[in-house]
């Protein structure tokens, strides 16, 4: 049994938090809002981000961070990407050196271009990093549908610790050391879900949405090699898993916020309406500037950030993409 610290109480924080505490690990959740620690001990529910899923009585909760993070042996950063490095800055002064932190948010900073797993490290040196990811939505975990994941690290020992800390039977963890590939995987698919999303808005069909994931790991599969990364990783669970969950399922933020553009709302009025931090969004920026910084062709990724901050109109961008001059669909391979 391990004292686990899950940093953030929303969907997906708490739905790890049911993971762990089946597992029989001594859980304590943190967040920053009073009220949502109150709700928390009072209905052992996530009310607002996971109704109908009630927690084990065993899980505390608290807004203290030094008593969160006490002697916690394992951390799960399980805030938003927005809000990674300000949440880790304030926890390190209490995690114990040697702990694990296991990063959950997908994104990328949209100023430094910096994973999550790079921040964690920089305002958290003491402790090892992992990154847990995969196509994995908070309403199905918290329900115990069977998922399955990836655990990175580039430490085999943390990655097979925290394999063995969050694996049960109705939750499946591999291991994998390209933690780049498992991170821009998890990052960008929640751009290429906006897009998918506003597919769905425009009333296109199946094999517009199926063309349009395809090019996305195609986009996807071309920046993680060019920053170190392998092109298994992306034909794995954090890859083409997460990008199909995310593009198509009802609980993606990401494909529901594309799909209020798509029907005409601008950023604000979608923004508003999903109620929850889409990451896409954040991540749309830095995805454009890292493929600019590694000469990579990101058509997709452009298109998105047009209609995000350029005010584009999403079905002049959709006819744009298509008409783009011809080309073939793997210039590595020879007639």
Known sequence: MKKVCVLGAGSWGTALSIVLANNGHDVIVWSIDPEEVLMLKDYREQRDKLPGVILPNTIEFTTDLELALGDAE?????????FVRSTMKSAAPFVKNGAIVVDVAKGIEDHTYKTMTEII?????????????????????????????????????VAEVVQDTFMNEVFRVYTSPDVIGIELGGSLKNVIALAAGA???????????????????????????????????LAGLSGIGDLIVTCTSKHSRNRNAGFLLGQG???????????????????AKAALALGKK?????????????????DADVREVSVKLLMRD??????????
Not at 207 to 222: C, F, P, Q, V
Not at 294 to 310: Q, R, T
Request: charged share 25%; hydrophobic share 40%.
């Open 199 to 233: 597919i769905d808005g425009l009333g296109f069909g199946d094999n517009t949405k199926a063309a349009l994931m395809t090019r996305g790991i195609a986009e996807i599969s071309r920046l993680v090699i060019a920053m170190g990364g392998h092109i298994e990783t």
């Open 326 to 335: 011809r080309t073939s669909e793997s210039e590595k391979l020879e007639w």
């Open 121 to 157: 490290k920089e305002e958290c040196p003491q402790a090892q990093v992992a990154i847990l990811s995969g196509p994995s939505h908070a309403e199905e975990v918290g329900r115990k549908i069977p998922t399955t994941v990836v655990a990175g690290s580039k430490n085999k020992e």
């Open 74 to 82: 394992l951390i799960v950063c399980a805030v938003p990407s927005p």
């Open 294 to 310: 590694y000469g990579v062709s990101m058509p997709i990724v452009e298109a998105v950030n047009a209609v995000l901050f350029e």
């Open 265 to 283: 709302k601008t950023y604000q009025e979608a923004m508003d309406e999903v109620k929850m931090v889409v990451e896409g969004v954040y991540s």
